[in-house]
């Protein structure tokens, strides 16, 4: 194989464990441990009178019960609030176990240790808690305007209040610009809640060593180190004496991000109180309610244009329902209102958001993290533009696109990373001329009369992002040869089934030289790389695959210094292919990469054969100078980091042509194609499965998936049996094409894939829905009953 595969479809090395059962998960660890289950709140909104555990103490193989009275220190504080803000003026965090009152269906309220999760759920249904039911506030308009509070001190449920604008060239405001255009529209549009749905949900297995004082937790989670930081902070131990692995994690999508939740604080202190390993695995209703949502927002819109379609001034009012804490703060929102500004070049631009507090489940990132909302804005303002003006909808955009020559493109916003919104490379006018012969743009109109005449109904639609990926603060890469030849890499981010143990393993490859068999990849254990952030936000390529790159380079470079020496030859006439250093242009002139690691370690004694050649009486190269030389370490290996100076902004166009059936209204997917720009290729395979998972959760929440609360707060579809997903049959063939547009911003010139194929989802099959139905599409997820209803209500 060659040792140059940055940007070949290698194909994913994890997939052979993972799809035939030998993946290694939190529930399979931990045989024999103690486990935790929990009462939780039937109530949206409620104070605790009393809680009676009298009956619960008779079952056999109880082991503990916790309510919020026996926690200790820090454990009884409210969780951290993770990203503070400026204008979140009024941050909410839950306590671990409920103090008082309780804000949502679900909220933790006691804690139960047993045996086995049988007894403990036993013991949990015999635990009766005394509540005092209080008014609920439940949908996001109506707590905005309620008198009721979801927590005291936070006037009007409002969380947060931000507001972001840029004035127009000539000066003019976003409002003032508005009202000079020749044309103006004002619209409102509505997202839906819906919520990730990882086949593995929650889980947390803590063993505390006693005679070392010493704990290790596996957790489920993106951000390993975050939560070992976290656990030592509220348990008050210090952070070398914790440990953190994810293994095998059965997908994140975002939910998994938030860190720490109670869980993986109260699972590891009772492993430490009780001195026994406990572990905890959430079971899918406990996902439902008292893990996260997200998306729910409603949008107020005014645009004003001129003849052209050209944006002259954009207002867009936002109220976004955060649920009942904030405990990932308002990064949702925050992407919300300066992502939607896409791949265009608006004039002037003001964005307002309340954050409002209700009594559901709490909003952190979901897979997209408030990119779909503002897609779904920016998207439906421009088919509203194109629809008014009696024009083609790719000729709106296009006389609106950021020109390729204009990158580095500021848009004069402050994006979540708490940095300038600056795209940095990219090229809309290509993206959308590959993304109409992709889907027969103009070829469409001919296909849609031709259906017409056979009865049917059928539309195109069209949905253009820009996503921010690579957001810092930073990662970081460990890489080692060892003198078998083999590459060890570690990084500290996790992996939630995206492919790393093989891009990380194709770009060490590429960098070293070495074949791709020779490269092991561990991700995710704090035991393996201490300093990290978390896979989340199209970053992980981005962040960890450029702090690998980098150490790659400096273990490269010592290799080829090594080498040179050992060869009597210039390092800069050395190369590496295939795992041997030799001699550009001299075959026979080459030492193999494992002989350089054994040369890097100068050692007393020999091992094995390898290691003899290494020994003191082997032979030096010099006595002039000490066996490790000053400034050097022994061992062939490196460590660096990657730190943006801010993110980099991939890029796509969706479009889909959709059929509506004109008596179930049932809305079949016929056609979806993809262009997609996200910088230089790692694995233009897994690229596009990144994408095509993506596609088909953005289905998901566009035709399906809403999380329904009744008026009291009670989640009704708190169940596969009730909350709709996709299946393969409802997941069109997705056709795709790649641009290349390199990001200047870091070595590799990548930028992140995770989260593009599920943003502009909703989007264009709204405007696709559209054009079949010429109905105005501004609400979604749509099921064929509103498509129903909004038939006949165009006809009333």
Known sequence: MTTKLFGEPVRRREDPRLLTGQGRYVDDLGAGALEAAFVRSPHAHARIRDIDVSAAIEVDGLVAIYTWEDLPGALAQPLPLLIPHPALTHGRTAYPLAREIVRHVGEPVVMVVARDRYLAEDACALIRVDYEILKPVVGVEEAAQSAQLVHEGVPGNVGAHLVQEVPSAAGLGAREAIDAAPHTLSFRLDIERSASMPLEGRGVYARWDADDQSLRVHSSTQTST????????????????????????????????????????????????????????????????????????????????????????????????????????????????????????????????????????????????????????????????????????????????????????????????????????????????????????????????????????????????????????????????????????????TSQGQGHETVFAQIAASELGVPMERVSVVTGDTRRFGYAVGTFASRAAVMSGNAIALACRKVREKALRIAADALEADPRDLEIVDGEVRVAGTPGASIPLATVAVLSNPLRYAFDEEA?????????????????????????????????????????????????????????????????????????????????????????????????????????????????????????????????????????????????????????????????????????????????????????
């Open 226 to 493: 975050s939560v070992r930081m976290a656990i030592a902070a509220k348990l008050g131990l210090p952070l070398p004496k914790v440990e953190v692995i994810a293994p095998d994690v059965g997908g994140g999508f975002g939910v998994k991000i938030v860190h720490p939740w109670p869980e993986e604080i109260l699972v590891p202190w009772a492993a430490i109180t009780l001195g026994q390993e406990v572990k905890w695995t959430e079971d899918r209703r406990e996902h439902f309610i008292s893990s996260a949502h997200e998306r729910a927002q409603v949008q107020s819109v005014r645009v004003g244009f001129d003849d052209e379609g050209r944006v002259l001034g954009l207002d867009v009012e936002i109220l976004h329902d955060h649920g009942a804490y904030t405990p990932y703060g308002i990064i949702v929102p925050i992407i919300t209102s300066t992502q939607l500004l896409g791949p265009y070049r608006i004039g002037a631009y003001r964005v307002e958001f309340s954050s409002i507090y209700t009594n559901t489940v709490q909003v952190t990132p979901y897979r997209g993290a408030g990119r779909p909302q503002g897609v779904f804005c920016m998207e439906r303002t421009m088919d509203h533009i194109a629809e008014y003006l009696g024009a083609d909808r790719t000729r709106v955009r296009a006389a609106n696109f950021i020109q390729p020559d204009e990158f580095p493109y500021d848009q004069g916003l402050i994006f979540q990373d708490g940095r300038p919104l600056i795209y940095d490379s990219g090229d809309y006018p290509e993206s959308l001329r590959m993304l109409k012969e992709l889907i027969g743009w103009d070829d469409f109109p001919a296909l849609k009369a031709r259906a017409a005449e056979e009865g049917r109904a059928i539309g195109i639609g069209i949905g253009c992002y820009v996503e921010g990926t690579g957001v810092g603060p930073y990662e970081g890469g460990h890489v080692q040869i060892t003198s078998d030849g083999r590459v060890h890499v570690s990084t500290g981010l």
């Open 612 to 796: 003899a050649r290494a020994t003191q009486f082997a032979g030096v190269a010099s006595y002039d100078r000490p066996p490790v030389a000053e400034g050097e370490e022994p061992g062939l290996e490196g460590r660096d980091y990657y730190s943006p100076i801010r993110s980099t902004f991939a890029s796509g166009m969706h479009a889909a042509i959709v059929e509506t059936d004109p008596l179930t209204a049932e809305i079949r997917i016929l056609r979806y194609a993809v262009v997609h720009d996200c910088g230089k290729l790692i694995n233009p395979m897994i690229v596009e499965g990144q994408i095509h998972g993506g596609v088909a959760q953005g289905v998901g929440g566009a035709l399906y998936e809403k999380m329904v609360y009744d008026g009291h707060g009670q989640l009704l579809n708190a169940s596969f049996m009730d909350f709709l997903m996709p299946y393969a049959t409802e997941v069109p063939f997705i056709e795709t094409a790649h641009l290349e547009t390199p990001s200047p911003l870091n070595p590799l010139g990548i930028k992140g894939a995770g989260e593009a194929g599920v943003i502009p989802v909703s989007a264009v099959l709204a405007s696709a829905i559209e054009d079949a139905e010429g109905i105005r599409i501004d609400k979604m997820p749509i099921s064929p009953s509103d498509l129903f209803d909004l038939r006949r209500a165009a006809t009333d």
